[in-house]
């Protein structure tokens, strides 16, 4: 059974960072690729950062490049999310995706087939 857990999230305030976690479990993590998602209340979800199965390829959406950095450690199955510089329009519901195929690289959410419960990132002023 495939899982991902998703961590990490919190309240804080405009301009601080955090790190968010995302731990996989029920298949070969070193064969997949992962990506970030994001939902604010209201509007669709929508794609943060991928990581390819390599690690050698990283996307980032235009409002969080710069702010964000994706990464993985396959040795403990875990993709991070760190983001830094947070403000108002990063509050949402953060989410990790693995895509239904192995080596798959995409940015389009439709391709990705597991979905952890998701980590709320609440930025106040």
């Known amino acids: 059974q495939v899982q991902l857990v998703e961590s990490g999230g919190g309240l804080v305030q405009s301009g601080d960072s955090l790190r968010l976690s995302c731990s996989v479990s029920?298949?070969?993590?070193?064969?997949?690729?992962i990506g970030w998602f994001r939902q604010a209340p209201g509007r669709e979800r929508e794609s943060v950062a991928h990581?390819?199965?390599?690690?050698?390829?990283?996307d980032y959406a235009s409002s969080v490049k710069g702010r964000f950095t994706i990464s993985r450690d396959d040795a403990k199955d875990t993709v991070y999310l760190q983001m830094t510089g947070l403000n108002l329009e990063d509050t949402a519901v953060y989410y990790c995706?693995?895509?239904?195929?192995?080596?798959?690289?995409?940015?389009?959410?439709?391709?990705?087939?597991?979905w952890g419960q998701g980590t709320q990132v609440t930025v106040s002023s």
């Open positions: 995706a693995a895509p239904a195929s192995t080596y798959l690289y995409s940015q389009n959410l439709q391709n990705y087939k597991y």
């Open positions: 029920g298949l070969t993590f070193s064969r997949y690729s």
């Open positions: 990581i390819s199965a390599s690690g050698g390829l990283k």
